[in-house]
C-alpha cells in the first residue's frame, strides 16, 4: 500500500489538525468530540513522541496516537484515525500492522474506527486477532444518607490507614487474579510485584493524592477483605479501586467498604465521585448502579489483543 508512518514533528499542523478530526468523529455516548478535540490537537504538539501521522504520496490523511500509560503487554492504541477515502478496512489494517512492526506491539486499540460501518470494523478487527470490550465512566447522582453495614458482623469498615498497604496489596493481587481488568494496565509479569506497585501508585499520588476520608477497608480477624481507594482530581474524587477478597464475595463487603467511603466524603463539598468500569463486570456494575451511580461516559468500543491477554471480559 502506498502509506508510511512518519513522526509527529514533521508536520505538527497536520498533526493538531488530524487529531481534532479523530475526537469530532469519536461516536461515544457521553462524549463531546466538538469540545474535545482542541484538547486533543494541543496534547498531539506538546506530546510528538506518543504518535505518528499516516502519509499517502506525501499528505497526511491519518493519525495514530498511543497513550502514555503503557501496558507491560505493549501499547494502548487511544486513537486511530482515517480521513475520506481512505478510511477503508485494509487501510486500517495495514496502519495497525505498520504499528506493531516499527513502534511496538498493539494490545489495546479504541475504536470506533472512522468511515466503517460496525461489522466492517469488527471483521478488520478480528482478522488482526483483537476482541471486543466496554468501558465506561460513572458518576454519583445521590447522596449516601449512612454507611450500609456488611452482612456479615464479624467484618468490620473503617477509614484506610498508611500501614494498610501491604494488606491492600496482597488483596489487589487476589482480587484481580485472573481477571480480564488486570491487564488494562500491566506493569509486571509477577502478580504480587505488579499489586505492590499498584497499591503504592494509588496511595501515593500516581493518579492523584490519596483522600482518607473517602477510602476505607474492610477487615475480618485482622485480615483485609474489602477496600476502597478514593483520590482527589480536578474532576472531583475518582475512586481508583473497589475489591473484596474473592473468597468472601457475596457477603455484602464491597457495598459496605464503598457506602462508608461515599459516606466519609460527602462533608467535604469535594464534589461528585466518579470511577470507571468495564461493563461487562456485571456484578461491579450492578454495585454502583444500587449506591446511586449512573453512566456518564460510554459504554466505549474497545479492543484487546487474544494473543496477549488470555482471560476475557466477562459478567455474571
Known amino acids: 500500500m502506498e502509506y508510511s508512518l512518519v513522526p509527529l514533528p514533521d508536520d505538527p499542523p497536520a498533526a493538531a489538525r488530524l487529531a481534532a478530526r479523530a475526537a ?31 502519509v499517502n504520496r506525501e499528505r497526511a490523511v491519518g493519525i495514530a496516537l498511543w497513550s502514555a500509560h503503557r501496558s507491560l503487554l505493549g501499547l494502548r492504541l487511544a486513537w486511530l484515525h482515517l480521513d475520506g477515502e481512505h478510511a477503508t478496512t485494509d487501510a486500517y489494517r495495514w496502519a495497525v500492522d505498520e504499528v506493531d512492526r516499527t513502534v511496538a506491539g498493539v494490545a489495546f486499540a479504541a475504536g470506533p474506527l472512522a468511515g466503517l460501518a460496525p461489522e466492517d470494523e469488527e471483521r478488520t478487527m ?27 458482623p464479624r467484618v ?48 501515593h499520588g500516581r493518579w492523584g493524592t490519596l483522600l482518607p476520608e473517602g477510602s476505607t477497608v474492610a477487615e475480618e480477624d485482622g485480615r483485609v477483605v474489602g477496600g476502597v481507594l478514593t483520590v482527589r482530581t480536578p474532576r472531583g474524587p475518582l475512586i481508583v479501586d ?19 467511603a461515599l459516606y466519609g466524603l460527602a462533608p467535604y463539598g469535594l464534589g461528585r465521585p466518579f470511577l470507571n468500569v468495564t461493563d461487562e463486570n456485571r ?34
Open 24 to 54: 469530532e468523529a469519536r461516536i461515544e455516548p457521553g462524549f463531546d468530540g466538538r469540545a474535545h478535540a482542541p484538547v486533543l490537537a494541543r496534547t498531539v504538539e506538546a506530546s510528538p513522541h506518543l504518535g505518528r501521522l499516516i
Open 242 to 260: 473497589v475489591e473484596t477478597a474473592p473468597d468472601r464475595a457475596g457477603r455484602g463487603i464491597g457495598r459496605a467498604a464503598l457506602s462508608s
Open 156 to 203: 468490620a469498615v473503617r477509614r484506610v490507614r498508611p500501614e494498610d498497604e501491604a494488606g491492600l496489596a496482597r488483596l489487589h493481587e487476589a482480587a484481580y487474579r485472573g481477571r480480564f481488568d488486570r491487564y488494562l494496565f500491566l506493569e509486571d509479569v509477577d502478580p504480587w510485584r505488579d499489586a505492590l506497585r499498584h497499591t503504592a501508585d494509588m496511595m
Open 126 to 152: 478480528r482478522s488482526l486477532r483483537f476482541a471486543p470490550f466496554a468501558r465506561s465512566e460513572m458518576v454519583l447522582e445521590r447522596s449516601v444518607e449512612r454507611p450500609i453495614a456488611p452482612s456479615d
Open 283 to 316: 456484578r461491579a456494575y450492578r454495585l454502583y448502579e444500587g449506591l446511586g451511580f449512573a453512566r456518564r461516559l460510554g459504554p466505549s468500543r474497545e479492543w484487546y489483543r487474544t494473543t496477549c491477554i488470555s482471560a476475557t471480559p466477562h459478567g455474571d
